[in-house]
């Protein structure tokens, strides 16, 4: 309980059980946050040509947190035309072991500016401290260390082959991981000796903006990374250039897919990660308040904002109700509110489009027939918040069990044999991820093999190394990031 001198002004956080924490903020002040930020371009800030700019807000806050440049037609070029001299100049020349030591050296610059990051990615984008600290920062730079490790090895990724970068790469990031993705995207392609265009989403451009000063610091040659902000007309203004020589894009399958038809008829090379509604599969000899805890991982982590999120949840119907309870139990637990406070378990949602996206689906699955269950946490009065939440008897062709939310919204199915449910969590347009939970080994392996998901967790979830490829089948995208895998998508022979 806390004393009267350490009382706070802060709300508490609230437990359903009626006992509450001490608000343990974490302090916004090591985050030095421009109110403008410009382009990087070619180893320089620089306006935007049209003079435009973006607010981006705290959405714990809905306060405007900073603004940042619009990027067009004309931005776009310069930065791909010095992209492309950085490449011909310095970069492909480059002995591979001198590469590899810049992307150390970003490596060890984002370690040490850390706290900084992460605080910075909790303002801008929602999520609670305790995972930006714990989770997105250090598995960024874990993938800046990884790939700067493969740069004078690559001989060793594509034996008896001789791998050669492509050249400009143009890289579109979204909101929900937005240093982590940038870092799976711009560690692997200078590894591999390509150059840089990449471009965050327009609510969560900061972390990725401090990155750029990283680069800058690490006193990488100029035009090797550029790093342009702006919303969809930039991303699609990027994908057009004639000048780029590859795309990574990481977002929705509906921007993927039309991304996909502009480049069809062009020498552009191109990686997707798209959405997801991954099968959490309980079998009734599994380890169950584990398998609670990785359920609850699996769909509250980051606010649900997870494309290979624990949205299906199929229990073994001999349990089902057993682990329901002890779901419903632990989900009474679980606070929701101000990101920065260490305590909290769901943060914000990150923007007031997405939260009227999650409402739009929960009204949805109540209107479908399913029941629907939340949490009795109450919510902070200003900024986005939605309460963990599930639904019991989902249908399995109903659109809570076929659709991505993105949301901490959790379909809960149930299923006898061991074939149903196979049959059952491959009937989906997505496949990315996938868990099984079982005490029988023999039975993973099966699973595994079986399931149509380009990542199947055995007895655990969301877990990520920077040596472990992602990705996914059929509308979840294609191409792999991560491991020796992640080199293949930046290189031909
Ligand atoms: P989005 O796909 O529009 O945004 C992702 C990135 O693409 C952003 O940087 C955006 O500025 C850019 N972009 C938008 N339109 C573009 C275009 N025509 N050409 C090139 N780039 C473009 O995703 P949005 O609208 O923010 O979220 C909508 C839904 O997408 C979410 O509710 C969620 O279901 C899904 N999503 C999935 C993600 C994943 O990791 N698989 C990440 C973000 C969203
Ligand atoms: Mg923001």
Redesign the pocket.
């Known amino acids: 309980m806390p004393t009267k001198k350490n009382k706070s002004t802060l709300p508490r956080l609230r437990l359903g059980a009626g006992w509450s924490y001490a608000p343990a903020p974490e302090s916004a002040a090591s985050a030095r946050i421009n109110e403008q930020y410009e382009l990087f371009i070619n180893g320089k800030w620089q306006k935007p040509a049209k003079r435009a700019y973006i607010d981006s807000i705290n959405p714990a806050t809905e306060k405007k947190l900073y603004r940042a440049a619009v990027a067009s037609e004309q931005d776009i070029d310069k930065a791909v035309v010095s992209a492309r001299t950085a490449f011909d100049k310095y970069w492909k020349k480059m002995p591979a072991n001198e590469r590899g030591k810049y992307i150390f050296r970003i490596a060890r610059l984002l370690q040490e500016q850390a706290r900084e990051l992460s605080v910075m990615e909790t303002l801008d984008g929602g999520k609670p401290i305790r995972e930006s600290r714990d989770f997105d920062v250090p598995m960024a730079c874990n993938h800046f260390f990884y790939y700067a490790g493969w740069a004078d090895k690559l001989e060793f990724a594509f034996p008896n082959r001789a791998p050669r970068p492509l050249g400009v790469a143009a890289q579109?990031?979204?909101?929900?991981?937005p240093l982590l993705?940038a870092a799976w995207k711009i560690a692997p392609a200078l590894a591999t000796g390509n150059t840089v265009v990449l471009?965050?989403?327009?609510?969560t451009s900061l972390s990725t903006l401090k990155l750029a000063s990283i680069i800058e610091e690490a006193d990488l040659p100029p035009g090797v990374v550029n790093i342009i902000t702006?919303?969809?007309?930039?991303?699609?203004a990027?994908?057009r250039h004639a000048g780029i020589n590859k795309i990574a894009?990481?977002?929705?399958?509906?921007?993927?897919k039309?991304?996909q038809q502009q480049t069809a008829a062009t020498t552009k090379k191109l990686t997707l990660?798209?959405?997801?509604k991954a099968a959490n599969i309980i079998f009734s000899d599994a380890p169950i308040d584990q398998a609670v805890e990785g359920v609850v991982n699996g769909i509250f982590f980051n606010q649900g904002?997870?494309?290979c999120a624990g949205s299906r949840l199929y229990v073994q119907e001999s349990i089902a109700p057993l682990f329901i309870q002890k779901l419903k139990d632990r989900m009474a637990t679980l606070l929701v509110g101000d990101p920065m406070d260490k305590n909290t378990d769901i943060g914000a949602i990150n923007?007031a489009?997405?939260l009227e996206?999650i409402n739009y689906y929960i009204r949805l699955g109540k209107k479908e027939g399913s029941l629907h269950y939340e949490s009795a946490v109450a919510l902070p009065k200003k900024g986005y918040f939605c309460r963990p939440t599930l639904f019991t008897k989902v249908a399995q062709s109903s659109r809570l069990a076929q659709e991505?939310?993105?949301g901490p919204v959790l379909a809960i199915l149930t299923f006898r044999t061991e074939d149903e449910v196979i049959e059952k969590a491959n009937n989906s347009p997505y496949g990315?991820s996938a868990g099984v939970w079982t005490d029988k080994g023999s039975r993973i392996f099966n699973m595994s093999r079986r399931l149509k998901a380009g990542v199947v967790w055995a007895n655990s979830y969301n877990l990520f190394d920077p040596a472990s490829p992602f990705g996914g089948y059929k509308e979840?995208g294609y191409g792999r990031e991560g491991g020796v895998h992640g080199l293949l998508p930046y290189v031909s022979f």
């Not at 471009?199 to 609510?203: G, I, L, N, V």
């Not at 702006?230 to 699609?236: S, V």
């Not at 990481?250 to 993927?256: E, F, I």
């Not at 990660?273 to 997801?276: F, R, S």
Request: charged residues 15%; aromatic residues 8%; glycine residues 14%.
């Open positions: 579109i990031t979204p909101w929900n991981f993705m471009k965050p989403a327009e609510t702006g919303a969809g007309d930039t991303g699609a990027l994908v894009f990481t977002g929705s399958t509906a921007v993927g039309l991304i990660e798209l959405g997801g904002h997870v494309c923007s489009e997405q996206k991505e939310i993105f990315l979840s």
